[in-house]
Structures are given as C-alpha cells and as structure tokens.
C-alpha cells in the first residue's frame, strides 16, 4: 500500500498497458529492477521509465507480479 501511496500518480499512462515479458531474462530484470525501488521506497528514473513505456501503473505492477 505504500508504494501505492509514494508512487501512484506518478507513472504516466500514454500507452496501452503491456506486461512484462516473464519467459525472457530482460523481463524478469526489469522487474525485479521496479520490485527493488518499490521495496526500497524509491522508485528510479529506470523503474519510472520501465512502468511508463509498459503503460502500467504501481497498482498494476503489484497485481500482476506480486507484492513488494
């Protein structure tokens, strides 16, 4: 719920929502990259980035790939 709070109005959502491909080594970076900043309480440029190209917000990630 924090990173909710901290983090949600702060992905901007211009593109259509495309998830994380899990099957592949860069997907499972990525996002263990935006897991990591969530956990830490700060979500980097890299981690902002990452949502924003995926068109997904904070709320979003965590349903699809767990909590932080």
Same mark, same amino acid.
């Given at each position: 719920?924090? $990173?909710?709070?901290?983090?949600?109005? $702060?992905?901007? @959502?211009?593109?259509?929502?495309?998830?994380?491909? /899990? /099957?592949?080594?860069?997907? %499972? $970076?990525?996002?263990?990259?935006?897991?990591?900043?969530?956990?830490?309480?700060? @979500? /980097?440029? /890299?981690?902002? %980035?990452?949502?924003?190209?995926?068109?997904?917000?904070? $709320?979003?990630?965590?349903?699809?790939?767990?909590?932080?």
């Amino acid at each position: 719920m924090d $990173a909710i709070k901290m983090f949600g109005d $702060a992905i901007a @959502l211009d593109v259509e929502e495309e998830p994380f491909d /899990t /099957t592949s080594e860069m997907g %499972r $970076a990525c996002i263990d990259i935006i897991k990591k900043g969530l956990k830490e309480r700060n @979500l /980097t440029f /890299t981690g902002k %980035r990452l949502l924003e190209q995926h068109g997904m917000s904070v $709320a979003r990630f965590i349903e699809l790939y767990g909590k932080v």
